[in-house]
């Protein structure tokens, strides 16, 4: 189980962090990061930890974006700076156990003045 929170109304140029915390340790799924969906669209990957424990981001969030991890705590972060009213989407926390993906229920971020 993947619980996200820490979403929220900001203005652009602001900054929010989400969390996902996973039911089991971190170490067990692999990769985990953070997708996000706005109205209309796909999911796309916005920041992820591979299996091998690389980052990776996606191109429009690249030195804005943040992930992080703690694994005492079984939670992994998303900072995000700098944001931008393209960045509105519903995020969310997806990571791999045991071959099957699991979704958190998303968090919504709105971006506006």
């Known amino acids: 189980q993947l619980v996200e929170s820490g979403g929220g109304s900001v203005q652009p140029g602001g900054s929010l962090r989400l969390s996902c915390t996973a039911s089991r340790a971190l170490s067990d799924i692999a990769p985990i990061g953070w997708y996000r969906q706005r109205s209309g669209n796909e999911r796309d990957l916005v920041a992820i930890?591979?299996?091998?424990?690389?980052?990776n981001y996606g191109d429009s969030v690249k030195g804005r974006f943040t992930i992080s991890r703690d694994s005492a705590k079984n939670t992994v972060f998303l900072q995000m700076n700098s944001l931008k009213p393209e960045d509105a989407a519903v995020y969310y926390c997806?990571?791999?156990?045991?071959?099957?993906?699991?979704w958190g229920q998303g968090t919504q971020v709105t971006v506006s003045s």
């Open positions: 930890f591979l299996s091998s424990g690389h980052q």
């Open positions: 997806g990571g791999v156990y045991n071959k099957f993906t699991y």
